[in-house]
């Protein structure tokens, strides 16, 4: 069941995690990814910090502009379709996947393997992306700021890391805001991919044994949570949400009580992660990229 803690004046928000709930309130018009900030002062607080994502020219990005915007879903069906190339993507992105497939099968790579995804990631969008020390570092810089509290929030942005790293991400994205999306926030759930097969492949002969949709299905992670504000009070399904709660999707939790691959990109709703078929794809490659070495040296 939806958790809600409403403390007057400064809190109101509803935790969902069950599978059937959260795709009831993904789905409600009601329910949006632009925050008022209204209903406490974390309502207002989280809203600031994730007003900081947008284009030197206030450009949103991806994945915090609504259902009914008409160029964001331009945009996810845009990419979408440009990512439904997979054998030629994958075909581009093969040195970094032999990288990370070394990694797997040996626990040791000549970068660090967040630089690697971060560039395999970056190359879907450009064949020249180069990913560096500095690149991931700001990429990190962005997924704390996303995660902390107000204390250390303060010190990211009160130091120029924040913005520091937005420039540098968006540099590197060329003004692409789903790049910048891809590059510095969604990446991080291939990384936990990537360190969970590592994990898987150090025991016993599980490299050779375990097909890659089967290590896939096992590694792959969804976003620990999404963000979303109900404008008014609505019920949507099950859960009821006052108006202007923030809503916090726990997307990781709902995954593991349904644990199929669409689910993690939420495949299926008006936000589908317009990368759903080449991350998978992308996955079992590192394993296969894993065991073919397993191969080759036998
Ligand atoms: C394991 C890896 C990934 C997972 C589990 C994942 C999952 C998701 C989820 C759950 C959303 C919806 C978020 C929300 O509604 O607030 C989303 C949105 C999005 N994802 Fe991914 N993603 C991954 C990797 C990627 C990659 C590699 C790219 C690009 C190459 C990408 C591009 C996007 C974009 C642009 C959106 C926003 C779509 C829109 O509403 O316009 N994602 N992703």
């Given at each position: 069941m939806a958790c809600t803690i409403t403390i007057p004046g400064i809190i109101r928000l509803v935790l969902v995690k069950k599978p059937d709930e959260m795709v009831a309130v993904n789905d409600a018009s009601m329910v949006g990814r632009s925050l008022s900030g209204r209903g406490g002062v974390m309502n207002r607080w989280i809203a600031a910090k994730l007003a900081v994502f947008r284009a030197p020219d206030g450009d949103i990005w991806p994945a915090f502009r609504d259902q009914l915007d008409p160029l964001r879903a331009a945009r996810q069906a845009a990419l979408e379709v440009a990512l439904s190339n997979v054998g030629p993507l994958l075909q581009r992105i093969a040195p970094e996947i032999v990288e990370l497939g070394s990694y797997v099968r040996n626990g040791v790579a000549r970068r660090n393997t967040g630089v690697i995804v971060q560039q395999a990631v970056g190359r879907l969008f450009f064949t020249d992306y180069a990913a560096s020390e500095e690149s991931y570092e700001a990429a990190r810089t962005l997924q704390t700021w996303l995660s902390a509290w107000p204390l250390r929030a303060y010190r990211i942005r009160r130091s120029g890391a924040l913005q520091a790293s937005l420039d540098r991400i968006m540099d590197l994205s060329r003004g692409d805001m789903a790049c910048a999306h891809a590059t510095a926030l969604a990446m991080e759930n291939l990384v936990k991919s990537v360190e969970l097969m590592r994990r898987l492949?150090?025991?016993?002969?599980?490299?050779?044994?375990?097909?890659p949709q089967d290590?896939?299905?096992?590694s792959l992670r969804a976003p620990v949570r999404v963000v979303r504000e109900a404008r008014d009070e609505v019920r949507a399904g099950p859960v009821w949400l006052p108006s202007r709660s923030l809503v916090l999707l726990a997307v990781e939790s709902a995954r593991r009580q349904h644990p199929v691959p669409s689910f993690a990109f939420f495949a299926s709703a008006w936000n589908r992660c317009p990368a759903h078929s080449i991350v998978p794809a992308l996955l079992a490659g590192v394993w296969q990229a894993a065991r073919a070495d397993t191969r080759g040296r036998a």
């Open positions: 492949a150090r025991h016993g002969d599980n490299l050779a044994k375990i097909e290590a896939l299905a096992h």
